[in-house]
């Protein structure tokens, strides 16, 4: 379920004018409301490789990755999925003309049909695992390295591997989110009906508000505005960390 317009709309105004620190227009909040849910969203790109190399063996339900992934699935206009086809295994999808992202790299064992993912490693590293005869006996992992552009190579120590390779791939951006009203009485007044929702998990509606916030504390020049939004952030990630 998405974060609903209206809700961070109104907290935001509500904690804005808290001891009359100042007013966020409809025009403002929609600008910083797009910049917000942007940040937020490829931030979740930078904390799932993040979150990968902290703790690479961890894949329990409720644990950083998962719900990360949980989170690219759920977020309106994002397709994600973790079996994009890599062609000829050595080509990722082409992002030409869609807003695209590559993550995990896995192959299929040749006997079990098991996916497995495969880790990154500098091509000197493969070429001297194949150069040596005694590392290739003991090279039985699949690995791979970047190839140049939307290229890569699969190798184990039986040779380069061309087939059963796929790719996690998100595709997709959050729509734009707008704030949208009638004035009645001198005073806007929300219109769901011309308005759009935000497109991130429901989850992330604090942080929504609390960059909302913060952008908005820099624009209009307010140090306690910002202050405030910088402690409901630490408040905030001492939740997320428990």
């Known amino acids: 379920m998405p974060v609903n317009v209206d809700t961070v709309y109104q907290t935001v105004q509500a904690l804005a004018n808290k001891e009359q620190r100042g007013y966020i227009t409809p025009q403002e909040f929609n600008l910083f409301a797009n910049q917000a849910q ?11 490789n993040a979150f990968r190399l902290a703790k690479p063996q961890e ?25 994009a086809t890599v062609s000829g295994g050595v080509t990722i999808p082409d992002y030409t003309t869609t ?3 590559t993550g995990q790299i896995f192959v299929a064992d040749p006997i079990t049909g098991e996916r497995k993912s495969i880790r990154l490693i500098e091509p000197d590293e ?3 695992l194949i150069g040596s005869v005694w590392h290739k006996e003991a090279f039985n992992e699949a690995v791979y390295f970047e190839d140049g552009y939307q290229r890569i190579q699969v190798w184990t ?10 790719c996690e791939q998100v595709t997709g951006q959050p729509g734009l989110v707008f704030w ?19 497109g991130l998990h429901v989850s992330e509606r604090s942080d929504l508000v609390i ?21 409901l952030e630490a408040v905030n990630t001492q939740q997320e960390n428990k």
Request: hydrophobic share 30%; proline share 1%.
């Open 38 to 48: 942007s940040d937020i969203f490829e931030q979740y790109f930078y904390d799932l």
């Open 59 to 83: 894949r329990q339900v409720g644990d950083s990755v998962t719900f990360l992934q949980h989170k690219l699935a759920n977020t309106t206009g994002v397709t994600y999925i973790n079996t």
């Open 99 to 101: 807003d695209g992202h």
């Open 126 to 128: 493969i070429h001297d």
């Open 157 to 166: 120590g039986t040779g380069q591997i061309t087939s059963g390779v796929t």
């Open 180 to 198: 949208n009203y009638v004035v009645v009485n001198e005073k806007p007044v929300y219109d769901s009906t011309t308005s759009s929702n935000f």
């Open 211 to 231: 960059k909302i916030l913060q952008l908005a504390g820099i624009s209009i020049e307010s140090q306690e505005l910002y202050q405030q939004s910088a402690q």
